[in-house]
């Protein structure tokens, strides 16, 4: 029995009953492992959570040929909306990763009455702005758009991105179409705001 075979195990398991009624003994069993020999290879239900979390991630960043970003690269001659765009089909790729996929729609639904769970939210999050600092520091050196502050641009342009694709997948999931195109005027409006330079 290996460790990913586990946090797979742990993954139909939270999808089927909830993470938080899934116990070490229900993981244990669903493996066909003795309690004390799934200790040996996680010593707790969040130390599988966060393993479940960075697993996941990291498949499915290799999948998707984003694990290493050249963000000089990414911004040379592109425009501005050539470049967001591109971005967030690459982040909306990780996330639709069958596995993936999985993991947030659970860790989300969970996020409210689990911390391990909303630790892992917070922890994307902060991933994600952070990608977006670097990107927009390269797209400003490249001269691409002027940003009067760039964290602060970032942290906009990725917490937008963010709420945009929650609500896209809310409007999935509840069968409602509103959010189509949603994205591209997210994009087109933060466009009009920051891709002229001063």
């Known amino acids: ?3 990913d075979e586990i946090l797979e195990a742990t993954l139909e398991l939270a999808c089927e009953k909830g993470l938080g009624r899934v116990t070490m003994s229900q993981i244990a069993d669903r493996v066909h492992l003795k309690k004390a020999s799934l ?5 707790s239900k969040d130390d599988i959570i966060e393993s479940m979390y960075t ?5 499915a960043m290799r999948q998707s040929g984003s694990a ?3 963000y000089g690269k990414m911004v040379s001659g592109h425009t501005l909306k050539e470049i967001l765009t591109t971005a967030v089909a ?3 790729q990780i996330n639709s990763d069958p596995d993936m996929d999985r993991f947030y729609r659970m860790i989300m639904s969970e996020r409210s009455v689990d911390p391990a769970a909303a630790a ?3 922890e994307e999050t902060e991933k994600m702005i952070t990608a977006t600092k670097n990107l927009f520091y390269a797209i400003s050196a490249k001269g691409v758009a002027h940003f009067p502050d760039p964290d602060a641009a970032a942290f906009s342009f990725a917490m937008g991105v963010h709420a945009v694709i929650e609500y896209e997948c809310d ?3 509840a069968e409602i179409g509103e959010a189509a195109g949603m994205m591209d005027t997210f994009i087109d409006e933060f466009c009009r705001v920051y891709g002229n330079k001063p």
């Open 68 to 70: 290493e970003v050249d």
């Open 55 to 59: 697993h996941f991630r990291d498949k």
């Open 1 to 3: 029995m290996t460790g």
């Open 120 to 122: 892992i939210m917070v």
């Open 39 to 43: 200790y040996s290879h996680f010593k």
């Open 171 to 173: 409007s999935k999931h």
């Open 90 to 92: 690459s982040y909306k």
